[in-house]
């Protein structure tokens, strides 16, 4: 017998593999356990961690003892890193606490754990409801504005993350599941994004001024993420085959609902170029946004027709180019309203020129 | 190479459990605890990369066989058992479960023959094959778990190879 042929031979027992569904559970499970060891590493590093656990000891007026025994229960389960008891003060952990960061890890592993892009997507909305209940708690809230400047920031971020994530696994849901159910969960994803944005906005105004304007850079980026979701979650719906006539006029109102969102986000901006003082290093940069904002008007105006005409494709590439166009104005409308800053109006036109 | 992130980790798992768990299966005959005992290799070998003072891996794959070996012999140890040999894995049904009757036996009964020859194979003539031409080790990868120059493994692979030959006439 030829080498060859015994290699060939020996090769039949390839076929000698582990299940896939073990293959994918034990992955995820080793997925946890990198995060968790990870995450307890930066715990235990973090010694103010535990002085914030013992703040109560340099107290005058006494604690009551259930204070020190939950204390010392919550510093125990955070440094030794008890399985079951850790994952559940964890899991209750709300903005601001230290245990916060690691439960938004163990809900991303739970993400990680699941075994298709539906069930992934379904377990984000279900957290994304979560992110939605804990602004209303930090806005509702007694803390000081500067508290809950940095908790509203926490949360955010947190939905950030998912709603990027859940963009991400958009296109997979169409693959190979059934239409209705990747199509129920688009929408899914398109009323959270639409949620996530608002309630963002509406946090950042339950503040006082000189508090809003630090939180507004802050979270820029997730009002971003979340309307970058909206529109592939919408996408998602509008590719779907087969869609009844209540879809249809749901995504129609959608549709329409974002075309009037960047207009108003546009007038915003027109509003604060018209007021602000006319310098003249300003005047080059002014005429650049007005043209811009007059592109935007024009796409908005031609999604708005080819939404009467039913073209939701169409719709959607004009409210995308729209949109592209609207995000590029942000900063340099800031930059337009602002006094005389030597040398920035020239390289700022010559950016958009870019 | 470079200190391993939880990324490369994982991406590493993705391209090598079935190759390590087939290993496995070889030397323990069961598939749960090939399962076991193959989810231990990735939690040791990350606790092992990560510990403090521990030394850079300039070959991942022959580091995790080495882990496997060490498990599979802890195993024996503790359980105060005899590895199985080839012949009481040739006993059991390896095939997938998912295959119809008709495959199941088509499968078994061509790897039944191969599984037999390796069975009287020395220990070590068998696990070379199975480094070799399952998991598609480089001879240098060989070298470095056996801990052996690269001119003895290809002598110890050609002894393996040439006795399966004659077992197999």
Same mark, same amino acid.
């Given at each position: 017998?030829?080498?060859?042929?015994?290699?060939?031979?020996?090769?039949?027992?390839k076929?000698?593999?582990?299940?896939?569904?073990?293959?994918?559970?034990? %992955?995820?499970?080793? /997925?946890?356990?990198?995060?968790?060891? %990870?995450?307890?590493?930066?715990?235990?590093?973090?010694?103010?961690?535990?002085?914030?656990?013992?703040?109560?000891?340099?107290?005058?007026?006494?604690?009551?003892?259930?204070?020190?025994?939950?204390?010392?229960?919550?510093?125990?389960?955070?440094?030794?890193?008890?399985?079951?008891?850790?994952?559940?003060?964890?899991?209750?952990? !709300?903005?601001?606490?230290?245990?916060?960061?690691?439960?938004?890890?163990?809900?991303?592993?739970?993400?990680?754990?699941?075994?298709s892009?539906?069930?992934?997507? #379904?377990?984000?909305? #279900?957290?994304?409801?979560? %992110?939605?209940?804990?602004? $209303?708690?930090?806005?509702?809230?007694q803390?000081?504005?500067?508290?809950?400047?940095? *908790?509203?920031?926490?949360?955010?971020?947190?939905? #950030?993350?998912?709603?990027?994530?859940?963009?991400?696994?958009?296109?997979?849901?169409?693959?190979?599941?059934?239409?209705?159910?990747?199509?129920?969960?688009?929408?899914?994803?398109?009323?959270?994004?639409?949620?996530?944005s *608002?309630?963002?906005?509406?946090?950042?105004?339950? !503040?006082?001024?000189?508090?809003?304007?630090?939180?507004?850079?802050?979270?820029?980026?997730?009002?971003?993420?979340?309307?970058?979701?909206?529109?592939?979650?919408?996408?998602?719906?509008?590719?779907?085959?087969?869609?009844?006539?209540?879809?249809?006029?749901?995504?129609?109102?959608? !549709?329409?609902?974002?075309?009037?969102?960047?207009?108003?986000?546009?007038?915003?901006?027109?509003?604060?170029?018209?007021?602000?003082?006319?310098?003249?290093?300003?005047?080059?940069? %002014?005429?650049?946004?007005?043209?811009q904002?007059?592109?935007?008007?024009?796409?908005?105006?031609?999604?708005?027709?080819?939404?009467?005409?039913?073209?939701?494709?169409?719709?959607?590439?004009? !409210?995308?180019?729209?949109?592209?166009?609207?995000?590029?104005?942000?900063?340099?409308?800031?930059?337009?309203?602002?006094? $005389?800053?030597?040398?920035? /109006?020239?390289?700022?036109?010559?950016?958009?020129?870019? | 190479?470079?200190?391993?992130?939880?990324?490369?980790?994982?991406?590493?798992? +993705?391209?090598?459990?079935?190759?390590?768990?087939?290993?496995?299966?070889?030397?323990?005959?069961?598939?749960?605890?090939?399962? +076991?005992?193959?989810?231990?290799?990735?939690?040791?070998?990350?606790?092992?990369?990560?510990?403090?003072?521990?030394?850079?891996? &300039?070959?991942?794959?022959?580091?995790?066989?080495?882990?496997?070996?060490?498990?599979?012999? +802890?195993?024996? @140890?503790q =359980? +105060?058992?005899?590895?199985?040999s080839?012949?009481?894995i040739?006993? @059991?049904?390896?095939?997938?479960?998912?295959?119809?009757?008709?495959?199941?036996?088509?499968?078994?009964?061509?790897?039944?023959?191969?599984?037999?020859?390796?069975?009287h194979?020395?220990? &070590?003539?068998?696990?070379?094959?199975?480094?070799?031409?399952?998991?598609?080790?480089?001879i =240098?990868?060989?070298?470095?778990?056996?801990?052996?120059?690269?001119?003895?493994? @290809?002598?110890?692979?050609?002894?393996?190879?040439?006795?399966?030959?004659?077992?197999?006439?």
């Amino acid at each position: 017998m030829e080498d060859k042929e015994l290699i060939t031979k020996i090769q039949v027992l390839k076929e000698i593999k582990p299940s896939e569904d073990w293959v994918l559970s034990c %992955r995820g499970k080793l /997925a946890f356990r990198l995060e968790m060891g %990870r995450k307890q590493d930066l715990l235990k590093k973090d010694t103010s961690t535990l002085k914030e656990l013992f703040a109560f000891l340099g107290n005058t007026n006494r604690q009551p003892s259930f204070n020190l025994a939950y204390s010392l229960f919550i510093a125990a389960l955070v440094v030794l890193g008890g399985g079951g008891a850790t994952v559940w003060a964890a899991a209750q952990s !709300l903005p601001g606490s230290p245990l916060y960061p690691v439960k938004l890890v163990m809900e991303k592993a739970r993400v990680q754990m699941s075994l298709s892009a539906e069930s992934r997507l #379904q377990l984000q909305t #279900q957290i994304a409801d979560t %992110r939605l209940q804990e602004l $209303e708690f930090v806005v509702n809230g007694q803390d000081s504005d500067a508290l809950k400047v940095e *908790k509203i920031f926490q949360v955010a971020e947190g939905m #950030q993350d998912q709603l990027t994530i859940a963009n991400d696994e958009l296109p997979k849901v169409g693959d190979k599941a059934e239409p209705q159910k990747s199509l129920a969960v688009a929408k899914m994803v398109s009323d959270k994004a639409s949620q996530a944005s *608002k309630a963002i906005i509406a946090a950042k105004e339950s !503040l006082s001024s000189d508090m809003k304007s630090d939180l507004t850079a802050k979270l820029s980026d997730a009002v971003k993420a979340a309307e970058k979701t909206g529109l592939a979650a919408l996408e998602a719906m509008i590719m779907s085959q087969d869609i009844s006539s209540t879809t249809k006029a749901e995504i129609a109102v959608k !549709l329409q609902e974002e075309i009037k969102n960047t207009e108003e986000q546009v007038l915003v901006k027109e509003q604060k170029i018209a007021q602000a003082n006319s310098f003249a290093d300003k005047l080059p940069i %002014r005429a650049v946004l007005i043209n811009q904002f007059e592109q935007i008007h024009d796409l908005l105006d031609k999604a708005a027709e080819s939404l009467n005409k039913g073209d939701f494709s169409g719709t959607l590439e004009m !409210l995308k180019a729209a949109k592209a166009i609207d995000d590029g104005t942000d900063k340099v409308t800031e930059n337009a309203v602002m006094p $005389e800053v030597k040398g920035a /109006a020239s390289s700022t036109v010559d950016n958009l020129g870019k | 190479m470079a200190k391993i992130t939880e990324q490369q980790f994982l991406e590493f798992y +993705d391209k090598n459990v079935g190759k390590i768990y087939r290993y496995i299966y070889f030397r323990v005959g069961a598939q749960e605890l090939a399962q +076991d005992l193959t989810s231990e290799v990735f939690l040791k070998s990350w606790q092992r990369l990560n510990q403090e003072g521990a030394k850079i891996v &300039d070959n991942p794959r022959a580091f995790f066989y080495q882990v496997a070996r060490n498990l599979i012999v +802890d195993f024996y @140890r503790q =359980k +105060d058992k005899a590895p199985l040999s080839l012949e009481e894995i040739a006993d @059991r049904t390896i095939a997938d479960r998912n295959d119809g009757p008709s495959e199941t036996a088509s499968v078994a009964l061509d790897m039944q023959s191969v599984k037999k020859a390796l069975m009287h194979l020395n220990e &070590d003539y068998r696990e070379i094959i199975i480094w070799r031409y399952l998991d598609e080790l480089e001879i =240098k990868e060989i070298a470095e778990i056996l801990n052996k120059r690269e001119g003895a493994v @290809r002598t110890l692979l050609s002894r393996a190879l040439a006795d399966l030959k004659g077992i197999l006439k």
